[in-house]
């Protein structure tokens, strides 16, 4: 399979707790997103990464949340002390660079949904 | 905030077209329309996209109104596999970051 995966599929921890989940884009993609989607609500953006370079975060994601792409390829997403507003379904997307006049569309995968007791 | 409009849900019978409205009356001359959907509890599938003309592939067709005010998503044979969360999105192709904002889409569930 040759889409974007996502590790884990659902993660239960309790409040206070650290987690990470780990995405891995499709390999030729050298965007890749992270989104946040809560019940009835469409995906949030949290980030975004231009190969390995963080280009730009939103102001959702707080201190307690980092990210990172160390090589370019996969991406985690890591969530420290968790609370319980944090429970969600985390989404991650890639796509190559959108160029003048051109775009290109996001390939998502299954998501990490997460419950945070 | 999302720069689009869409009917909470819709129905539509098995086998006829399902068209999707879209009303994007503040886009920009350099905004895409995207239409993505959601199946339940999966990841968000993209659909098709376009800047001015109609677009069309294997999996629908998309109508931009000539003003591109609005747009229309199109399912020419709907099955009920179709049933889902359809999201229309516009985007800045310019806007170097080349976020999507999504709204809260709109339910289509198809009955047999």
């Known amino acids: 399979d040759t889409g974007v995966s996502q590790n884990p599929r659902h993660k239960i921890t309790k409040r206070g707790q650290n987690v990470t989940f780990r995405c891995d884009p499709i390999?030729?993609?050298?965007?890749l997103y992270w989104y946040r989607q809560t019940l009835g609500q469409g995906p949030e953006f949290l980030t975004y990464f231009q190969n390995e370079a963080q280009l730009e975060k939103s102001r959702l994601l707080s201190d307690r949340f980092s990210a990172e792409r160390p090589k370019g390829s996969f991406s985690t997403l890591e969530i420290q002390r968790t609370e319980q507003g944090d429970s969600a379904m985390y989404l991650c997307?890639?796509?190559?660079?959108?160029?003048?006049?051109?775009?290109?569309?996001?390939?998502f995968g299954p998501g990490t949904r997460l419950t945070v007791t | 905030d999302a720069k689009t409009t869409q009917p909470t849900s819709m129905d539509c019978a098995e086998g006829r077209a399902a068209n999707l409205p879209c009303n994007h009356s503040t886009i920009s001359g350099n905004e895409y329309v995207y239409w993505y959907r959601q199946i339940h509890s999966q990841g968000p599938q993209y659909i098709i996209h376009g800047l001015k003309n109609n677009e069309t592939n294997e999996m629908a067709s998309l109508i931009i109104t000539e003003d591109r005010k609005s747009s229309t998503l199109i399912l020419p044979h709907a099955t009920l596999r179709d049933t889902a969360v359809y999201y229309c999105i516009v985007s800045d192709w310019m806007d170097s970051n080349y976020q999507l904002i999504w709204g809260a889409g709109t339910k289509l569930i198809i009955k047999p």
């Open positions: 390999s030729e993609h050298n965007r």
């Open positions: 997307a890639s796509s190559r660079t959108p160029g003048l006049e051109s775009s290109y569309e996001q390939y």
